[in-house]
């Protein structure tokens, strides 16, 4: 079994120059999360669908699970997700906490 990795989406940490390449798939992880399709101009696919904004909890949860496994394994192929969790704030935000391991022959 892979050694597995946790990341928990922060849309306020930016890392312009990961020291490493476990760094680097944490950043993209990271960057994927915070981006909306059609908001990339000339990549209008990447990132997710904006229909989870404003949905109750019992809703987006298994929607939101197939779309980061879907988006993350698409647009960062050397990670394969293992689980998707939901943290939600007082405030009523919501963050995912992925964890993800490498595929076979990814070195870090």
């Known amino acids: 079994m892979n050694e597995q990795y946790t990341l928990t989406y922060n849309p306020s ?5 990961p020291a490493n390449e476990l760094e680097e798939i944490f950043q993209n992880i ?8 059609f908001s990339v101009p000339l990549f209008r696919d990447f990132g997710f669908q904006a229909e989870f904004i404003d949905r109750p909890m019992s809703i987006l949860h298994p929607l939101y ?3 980061v496994v879907e988006t993350v ?7 394969m ?3 998707v969790k939901m943290t939600a ?8 906490i992925i964890i993800f391991s ?4 990814v070195k870090v």
């Open 89 to 96: 704030e007082i405030d009523g935000t919501a963050y995912p």
């Open 65 to 67: 699970v197939r779309e």
């Open 13 to 17: 940490k930016i890392n312009f120059r």
């Open 73 to 79: 394994e698409k647009y960062e192929p050397r990670v």
């Open 102 to 105: 490498l595929k076979s022959g």
């Open 30 to 37: 990271n960057t994927i999360l915070g981006t909306y399709k």
């Open 81 to 83: 997700v293992e689980e």
